[in-house]
């Protein structure tokens, strides 16, 4: 067992699963989305992103490829957020501007995934 | 080593700083939304995530920026406390990991010869590759920048590289640092390249110059390829495999020795036509016939030897070896003393020839002899250039220097192309002939080294002049070639040599020879003539002056008023 290998595929199925979690629930709804997970999500996914620099095989460069399109995409989403007027008592944030966020994550959801599924077929090839 | 795997270098070490530095950030902006502040009235206010990335920006870089949202309280100034100390060492750590890695060896090699890449890839003129960048390198490779001529340099020494850099050239020189036996080295010097002139493998190693001959032949078989070889196997061997010019410097001295001995004036010519442009012409004394005494029996010794033989002369060897030559006489010893000069013959030698490989062994020889006897003729072999001062005291009647021969036969090669065929041709014939050719040029130039070059009868080198010929079906003869373009009677100083038709070769051509499209004249002359030749063969304008004597209308009006639209378009030079 290599400890790099144990970072690596933690972070990058960290940065997947939070993402997830994240995006999971009704789109419009702003009690579904926590804003916790999505300032996880995207720390971790900037972690995914800085481990995945160096490599230069062919595998590498998509990798860093898929992870810097879900850093955009998250980056973005916390855009709209940091913008979205605040409504109500319990300073949370309209429908509208919650779908766009949660919509923008899902992308970013899709490009974690994109990494995952590279990490899986990698290691299976490999057999080690 | 490409440019984008420098920044992968430099990213891959400061992956740690850079997650040590998100990581802080993270958790400092977690401790202030979470950690609840009060408002003067008593109320609670949480830190949204966008104010709390904000505060943890200026105050982490140390800006310190003094915008706070509400006054802190106790819990909430610990916390920040935490955080500018996690911070500063997470950037300390961050710009000490990048200067230790502009430090580092490895990567400042990476950058250096990322740079150099882009510096040929960015080149786009023709140039010439040198491999090997030592007393001779320099030497014609000075020249080339005179000339205005790129070039890109390979060496195996770092500290020679470093010396590219400071040389005091015109041009910023590309220099590769790398071994030129390695096919990779030279393709990274741009080999490969469409605008890559030929290689000069001038190394003082003659088996990484056969080495690199032999990848260019294979790799860019269509570029030309010019090879110093010390040794007559290693010249025998690169020529086997085509490579174009093999300069030995002590073969190519001995057959020198051989003509001036048999032919002064066709020597002289030879001489005076591969100087180097722009000096003086001093008119050697030529070797006198007679017996000669020759110190040190080596690589040059031997072709000096043969020269000798070859002229019919007595000859008598010194050497530590005495070396057992059938109908040679040769004497133990190294000729430093007088004795072993005076057993050889020292007192009726019309001249020696002092050629060991060492400098002041050489120099000693010759001081002696000269002591013995006043009136030889002193040939010495300098084998460095930092020896000159010495060897200019001296003053030899002659004196052999391997670097500034080959440099000169390179050079030769290189400025004018066609050169070497009409010199080949000056050696066989007879002394009368050069005799000739000596006072034509001596009429042309005075005692200048001329300039040489050659002109093809192409679109691209001489449009004026085929467009006339072509297009207007005008008469051009040599003689027009040779008219100043400022006034037309007065005849530029300039000698044609040669003109090549066809592949057959004319020496002296008659100036009343016409040019035909894809003629090739190889002149001497002046600078100034040769510029002014230049405007001639580009300009139509001019063309047609010296041509026909009447100035072409240049501009399109005065074309279409005078209907002679097309007649004359202006191509500038």
């Known amino acids: 067992m290599n400890l790099e290998k144990v970072v690596f595929g933690f972070f990058i199925l960290l940065a997947a699963t939070l993402n997830f979690g994240f995006v999971y629930g009704d789109i419009g709804n702003p009690l579904f989305h926590n804003r916790w997970e999505f300032f996880a999500a995207l720390v971790v996914n900037i972690v995914a992103t800085l481990i995945k620099l160096g490599d230069r095989t062919h595998v590498g460069a998509i990798h860093l490829a898929a992870s810097l399109v879900a850093v955009i995409q998250l980056v973005a989403a916390a855009l709209l957020w940091f913008f979205a007027p605040v409504t109500g008592a319990e300073n949370l944030i309209s429908g509208g501007s919650m779908a766009g966020i949660v919509s923008l994550a899902a992308g970013a959801l899709l490009a974690n995934l994109v990494s995952v599924t590279i990490l899986i077929v990698e290691t299976t090839v490999q057999r080690r | ?573």
Not at chain 2, 63 to 84: D, H, K, M, Y
Request: charged fraction near 20%.
């Open chain 2, 1 to 573: 080593m490409q440019g984008s795997s420098v920044v992968l270098l430099g990213l891959r070490a400061l992956r740690g700083p850079l997650i040590a530095i998100v990581a802080i950030f993270a958790v400092g902006i977690v401790g202030l939304v979470l950690l609840p502040g009060v408002h003067p009235d008593g109320s609670r206010w949480h830190m949204t995530f966008a104010e709390a990335l904000y505060f943890m920006s200026y105050t982490a870089t140390t800006i310190g920026f003094g915008e706070v949202p509400q006054t802190f309280t106790p819990a909430q100034r610990l916390w920040v406390t935490a955080i500018i100390f996690a911070s500063v060492i997470g950037w300390a750590y961050l710009v000490g990991t990048v200067l230790a890695m502009t430090r580092d060896e490895a990567f400042r090699g990476a950058l250096s010869a990322a740079r150099v890449t882009r510096a040929i890839r960015a080149l786009r003129e023709p140039f010439y590759l040198i491999c090997g960048f030592g007393e001779t390198g320099l030497l014609v490779g000075r020249a080339l920048d005179r000339l205005g001529t790129r070039f890109v340099v390979v060496d195996i020494d770092g500290a020679r590289i470093q010396e590219v850099k400071l040389l005091d050239l015109a041009q910023e020189v590309p220099a590769v640092h790398g071994d030129a036996r390695l096919p990779a080295t030279l393709l990274r010097a741009g080999l490969a390249r469409s605008n890559c002139q030929g290689v000069l493998a001038l190394t003082n190693d003659d088996q990484a110059n056969l080495a690199a001959a032999m990848a260019v032949r294979l790799l860019n078989p269509n570029r030309p390829v010019l090879a110093r070889a010390m040794s007559r196997e290693v010249e025998a061997n690169m020529a086997s495999f085509g490579t174009d010019q093999v300069v030995n410097p002590f073969a190519l001295f001995g057959s020198y020795l051989a003509l001036a001995l048999a032919a002064p004036a066709s020597y002289r010519l030879a001489s005076w036509l591969t100087a180097l442009p722009g000096s003086q012409f001093e008119m050697h004394m030529a070797p006198p016939q007679g017996h000669w005494v020759v110190c040190g029996y080596g690589r040059f010794g031997r072709e000096v030897v043969k020269a000798f033989r070859d002229q019919g002369l007595d000859v008598c060897i010194v050497d530590p070896e005495e070396p057992r030559l059938r109908g040679i006489q040769s004497i133990r010893g190294t000729g430093t003393e007088a004795e072993p000069l005076v057993a050889a013959g020292i007192r009726d030698a019309v001249g020696i020839v002092a050629g060991t490989d060492d400098d002041i062994t050489n120099l000693s020889i010759a001081v002696t002899a000269r002591e013995v006897n006043e009136g030889l003729f002193t040939i010495v072999r300098q084998n460095l250039q930092s020896s000159t001062p010495l060897f200019d005291a001296f003053d030899a009647n002659v004196t052999m220097v391997s670097s500034s021969i080959i440099a000169n036969e390179c050079l030769a090669v290189i400025k004018t192309p066609r050169l070497k065929e009409f010199l080949e041709f000056a050696r066989i014939q007879d002394d009368e002939w050069a005799e000739r050719v000596l006072e034509r040029l001596s009429g042309v130039m005075g005692n200048e080294v001329p300039e040489l070059w050659s002109v093809p009868i192409t679109i691209e080198q001489s449009p004026a002049a085929l467009q006339a010929v072509e297009e207007e079906g005008l008469t051009v003869t040599l003689e027009d070639l040779l008219r100043d373009p400022g006034d037309r009677e007065r005849p530029l100083q300039i000698l044609p040599l040669a003109r090549f038709r066809a592949g057959a070769l004319l020496a002296l051509p008659e100036t009343r020879e016409e040019i035909r499209a894809g003629d090739q004249l190889l002149f001497a002359g002046t600078p100034p003539a040769r510029s002014a030749q230049r405007i001639v063969l580009r300009n139509a304008n001019t063309c047609r002056y010296v041509l026909t004597g009447t100035d072409a209308p240049s501009g399109w009006i005065w074309q279409t008023i005078r209907g002679r639209s097309g007649a004359g378009g202006k191509r500038s030079a």
